[in-house]
């Protein structure tokens, strides 16, 4: 069992910036795959980031030279550096860890970029 702990949301101005964090509990945590995943009022939760185990990343299109994940093994953390922020980014942003047989979910984070 994997237990995640999002922190960092908040209010933001458009072109500022914000670095959620995701605890997660358990000594697997090096073998996880992690991701981060968003979802706007009205519409489909979509992914953001992903970081595999061996510490290679993918990103959405939409963040992609905005946003940076990375992760701390030795903390079991994972964490989105989220920079050049757009109104279009507000969502409610999530922590995931996978691995076979099995995924992960935090409750989430409110994230609000507005003037």
């Known amino acids: 069992q994997v237990q995640l702990v999002e922190s960092g949301g908040g209010l933001v101005q458009p072109g500022g910036s914000l670095r959620l964090s995701c605890a997660a509990s358990?000594?697997?945590?090096?073998?996880?795959?992690m991701g981060w995943y968003r979802q706007a009022t009205g519409k489909q939760r979509e992914l953001v980031a992903v970081?595999?185990?061996?510490?290679?990343?993918n990103y959405a299109d939409s963040v992609k030279g905005r946003f940076t994940i990375s992760r701390d093994n030795t903390k079991n953390a994972v964490y989105l550096q989220m920079n050049s922020l757009k109104p279009e980014d507000t969502a409610v942003y999530y922590c995931?860890?996978?691995?076979?047989?099995?995924?992960?979910w935090g409750q989430g984070t409110q994230v609000t970029v507005s003037s």
């Open positions: 358990g000594s697997i945590f090096s073998s996880l795959q």
């Open positions: 970081i595999f185990s061996g510490g290679s990343t």
């Open positions: 995931s860890a996978h691995i076979i047989g099995a995924s992960y």
